[in-house]
């Protein structure tokens, strides 16, 4: 609810005493003077572009205003007054900021009048969370309006606007006063907004509208943080002024009546100062790409808002909505742990993570190394201390506003929707009556969900959540009531209070409730989501609904005539999502009743990530007994994600009713939930047998938990023995702790040198400020346009005609263009094998086919939309078993073998065979694709500002697209907002369709593709099948190893065959295997092309590697730990490729990894838990990594780079590298630092681009500081060389006397550089020659515990040993270890990409594709990089580092996997046994076999068909 807030901090909470009144009616009346006095000349002066400035809200305001000023070039008088300024800034930022050369003025080309085509149907919409059509319709017509609007200042005329009002759809509001004023405040200054649109996010209008670009656009969907805001009120009536954390993207311009908006460019500036929790995030090195990071910085903002001393489990909590892509999480709860009760002086890094000066040093205990290991990225003593009292304050304009406020509706009209905000219920029910088929929107959680992605348009909405009876909290004899708008937020604090204050029998639902809000969404949705809009939603799969319905809640429903209060049972769900709710009617509150004395209620959710997500199923189970015995009086079980409703099992209750609580009624109540609870194999949601099977194994949870209850209650029943008892216990995360340890520098290294130091990555401040700027943050050109593209909605299919006349009728249409507007080649990709825009046919999803241009994203996405397609289909080719089938493979088949294969299986003792499928991952760097592409309007010229790893790349495709030379295409990449090898060579997709619209308009052009839209086009890392056969002696040495690969390359090649070669030439991860045949297939089938992914096919290759060594020790019945022990490679072996080992490091990291782990301590604990417990398991593995450095293209191992030192000593570097938060800019600085021996502060970096240094390798391969440093290092040394004479010559001199000397003397103080990796060059035809330059290892041990009845899993202990020779930057290496991880224990254990039948992409965004979350983290987590580990074969010994800690997550997988094998074997089930990638909850649920199982055999394969298919 966006207007009414609800207290959550312990200190804002008030007695919940009946009744509780929030959000009283607002006054929507502006009063001229604030308190300081009527506004002065200046003040009106800013009124008259639309904004006033308020008080002097922000500290540090003139020298902060005054840097941002001289920043982008505007002029400023000393001694202007402080009020003016503010006044000029707004106007600053409302214009856009002046550039280097503006781009000409031209007017757009007529469109040509392209072919009649025809229709294009959306994709099927997901059953689950919204990975919809990409259709957004929900943000506003901004761009296409000035800048600074003339109109919006105009004093309003209220009688025209009434006039209007009324004319429009009808839908004027009863009161004659309804007021089309919004206003609200942003970052302090106060905006006056009469053309709000109310389908205008937040989120757009701070960036297109303000130009505060600092808060981000991920998702749009409420479901990555990245735009997150926070949200200020005061409340009259209860007196409390509320922070809360919000997700922008969600958030209706239209709700923010009276709000302060407060962003992260309003709490601190590089310029200025930092605030500390930006600080603290950027210094303890919390920001790699940094695109995630003004999200992460605002969420704790707000918590310490309410909060400045939280506890940790605050922390965790306030960032339950926030994702991370790059950084692993650790350093992050590691810098905001010093805020916290825990952390103390030094961020808990003193005894049982508590603060050093109370628990003592653990460095004291030798838990931390001392010598020269250091064990510290950052110094806590560096850190701004943090006052609360320094706050901003809430704008005091507003504040008397807010409180001098009297009843007043508003009405906003936009394109195509009117927001109607009712000031009284009376007018809320009129207007419901009168417009019956109205949307309702209080949090716009679930509406602006629809909006975006399911297409819908709401004419009116009405937005109830001021009206203070829907906000009301009534407790009564028998219970509470909440108001219908009550945020869920609200309704947790209100329900913790009861708890705490009511005798714990009256509270067993309550309990229940705050323990499915603990996992419902993340904070910034419970703040706004309102109890009423979970239940009208009327959700499947609402966390909510069971628990109401089993409780028996009753809902006051109500229209203009009166009321009526209906039970909350199976009846009030009339089908999907629909109630029995009138249309006229709306719901005015819910009651939730106490518990009864013999009542006993639990509620569970079962979801793919537990954090954060969407229930796979759900429910909610109670139990009233006879008083004083086991006598069933009364049971419901409701269950949610079984049915299109929430359903409750009656059958099965009434059956139970007057039972006995024992093992019979249990074996009859699985018998029967097993027969009641049935879902058709086609399904949608898939996982139909995991489905089935939590119904059993949820009641048998609910069966253990009430006979504790009985027990304790003195009820003679059996005994809960203490095998089962870990079945009961309810997950509480721990507060993760870490070691991080690396190599301190040598003694007497020089100050100055900061190589081998932990050095902040330069940009961290900058990110943490929302100052960095990314490519979608490039101000706007005058002129500039919009593209939307136009995707296949067929795998494979014949276009038949294309119907563009409706979309050319869309308001805002500029053009449209096809495959005939390009004018050079049409061929592209990296072995030219696909095209920019489909030709006559399409093979696969999400094939672009053509694009719209227009004046606004929005109208440019609602008009690719209109577009109508007409296919002929043809038989498409999904999945790797289908392309097996019909061999469609691409060619070459790649070959390595080495030994003799017959004669090695002859040899050994046994021989095995298995198989292993290992799903494939989205990249989802946070930023997505975008391109802005700029003609310069002479000789063909064009400038294109790219997020992409692949400058040369983008310049020569563009370049033949357009049909001219590469030297007319300048590509610029400042920063990515996260790459992995997603942006290599995919990026070009759109780069160069973007590139044809601008050319063929002569204006510039943007897109920056929606998160739907760039999961559905772009493709991600290969799915592998792995086939192997492995023949081995008695005491487990592999003798032979047959193994093939089979990858699902999709629709063109891309870089897929040296993908599959890169897997095999991992096929033996770090094994020695004397006899070896590895066979490399990548089939040709419909699903976008898939690509470089970290790793690069590595991963797969020793994926399959660890199955079978897994399977062999299983097979003989020991511990994989010494079968994995037993093959290591030893110093001297050569790989099956030939290439022999030199300064193998493997068995140092093996040993220290076992040491660090206390792995023998481990097990044996591990074995003892097992023993103990028969529901959940633990499970432990160690997991070697081999993972070979050099790009496996020879030509590609070269990089150039180029230095200028300008006369006041200043230097300016740039490389071939393009920076994607991998700190690579960082350490290139650090390089050229120690060469030229000045400090990094005299060194920058601005972009990679294409005219400073051409043809350079993409950023990938772990490669580019090996490269690019080599050749940075190249640069320097030929300066240092010219500039030694002067050196040598004023030797006491300075850096600056020497440049200035040589610059006198006319020595060019320019020079670039280059390298190439020496000795490299391999042949698969001889199989001969050095693959790669260098190997970079690493060891994993992990432990894990697994809940045997839901398939859950958490994440014990990971202890990592990585080699990275002598760290160039250890925060740098070991965010990259850690980051690396995080990624690898997503692609292992959590991501699924699911795909129909049809080669439809189901899971397009973070509601339905879940990437690793902060509670993901391992609870214990120790890096240490391995010491006196120097590299000759790179720039100052350091290694590469960004691929290769990847597969050490594996070691998660392979835990997960023993904890099953413990199960199975309690089930007398031994062996090996195939487990596939990732080991999701439905994966390890399937793989425990037990009773509960058995009573849900899974459907016959073939007999049906699956809503998802392993591809
Ligand atoms: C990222 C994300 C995560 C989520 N996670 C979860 C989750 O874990 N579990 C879960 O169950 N749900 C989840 N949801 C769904 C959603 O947040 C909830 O259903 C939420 O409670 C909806 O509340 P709202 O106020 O935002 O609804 P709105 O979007 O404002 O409205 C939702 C519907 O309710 C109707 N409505 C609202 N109030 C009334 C009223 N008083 N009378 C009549 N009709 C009314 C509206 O017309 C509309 O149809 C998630 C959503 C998002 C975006
Ligand atoms: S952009 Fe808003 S949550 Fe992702
Ligand atoms: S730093 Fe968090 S997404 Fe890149």
Redesign the pocket.
Known sequence: ?WSSFSPTGPEQLKPVGPPVLFAGPLKAEVSNSGPGGPVDAAEEQSCAVGVTSGQKTVRESPPLIRTFLIQRNYKVFDGAKPRYLIATVLLAQLLPAPRGTPPPQRRPNAAPTPPQRRPNAAPTPPQRRPNAAPTPLSEGNCRNQPRVQKDHHQPSSMEGTQESLKNLNGAETRSRSASNELIFFVNGKKIVERNADPETTLLTYLRRRLGLTGTKLGCA???CGACTVMLSRYHPHTKQLLHHAVNAC?APLCALHLVAVTTVEGIGSVAGKLHPVQERIAMSHGSQCGFCTPGIVMSMYALLRNNPKPTMAEVEEAFQGNLCRCTGYRPILEGYKTFTVEGGCCGGRGRENGCCMTNGSRAADGLEEVVDEAGRLFNTADFAPYDPTQEVIFPPELMNLSKGQASRSLCFHGERATWLQPDSLDEFLHLKWKHPAA???????????EVKFKNMVYPVILA?AFIPE?NAVTHTEDGITFG??CT?SHMGAVLRQAVETLPPHQTEVFRAILEQLRW??GLQ?RN???V???I??A?PI???NPVFLAAGCKLTLMDKDGSRVVQMDEGFFTGYRKTL?RPQE??LSIHIPYSKKTQFFSAFKQSPRRE???SIVTAAMSVTFTPGTDIVADLRLSYGGMAVTTVMAKKTASRLLGRSWGEELLQEACSSLAEEMTLDPSAPGGMVTYRQTLTLSLFYKFYLTVLQKLRLQGVNVPEVTSQCASATEIYHPETPSSIQIYQAVPEGQNQDDVVGRPMMHLSAMKQATGEAVYCDDVPLYENELYLAVITSTKAHARILSVDISAAERMPGVVCCLFANDIPGSNNSGVKQDQSILADGKVTCVGHIIGAVVADTQLHAQRAAKAVRIQYEELKPIITIQEAIAAQSFYQPIRTIQSGDLEAGFKLADHILEGAMHIGGQEHFYLETNVTLAAPRGEDGEMELFVSTQSTADTQSQVARALGVPANRVVVRVKRMGGGFGGKESRSTLLSTVVAVAANKLKRPIRCMLDRDEDMLITGGRHPFYGKYKVGFLNTGKIVALDVSYYSNAGNSMDLSLAIVERALFHMENSYKVPNVRGQGFFCRTNLPSNTAFRGFGGPQGMMVAESWITDVAQSLGRSTEEVRRLNLYMEGDSTPYNQVLHGLTLDRCWDECLSRSGYEQRRAAVDLYNRQNQWTKRGLAVVPTKFGISFTATFLNQAGALAHIYTDGSVLLTHGGTEMGQGLHTKMVQVASRVLGIPCSKIHITETSTNTVPNASPTAASASSDLNGAAVQNACETLLKRLEPYKTKNPKGSWEDWVKAAYFDRVNLSANGFYKTPDIGYSFDTNSGRVFNYYSYGVSCSEVEIDCLTGAHKNLSTTIVMDVGHSLNPAIDIGQVEGAFMQGLGLFTLEELHYSPQGVLLTRGP?SYKIPAFGDIPTQLTVSLLRDAPNDKAIFASKAVGEPPLFLASSVFYAIKDAISAARAESGITGPFRLDSPASAERIRNACTDRFTKLVPPAEPGTFRPWSVQV
């Open positions: 609810m969907e409420g479901g969600l949307r309702v929107v209080v949090g716009n959680t679930e509406v602006g969900i109830p829907l219908a708008v869920l419902f969404a949705i706004v989501a309102a009423g809009g979970n009208m939603t959700s609402s966390d909510l709710l709306i719901l954060d997500d969407i509601g």
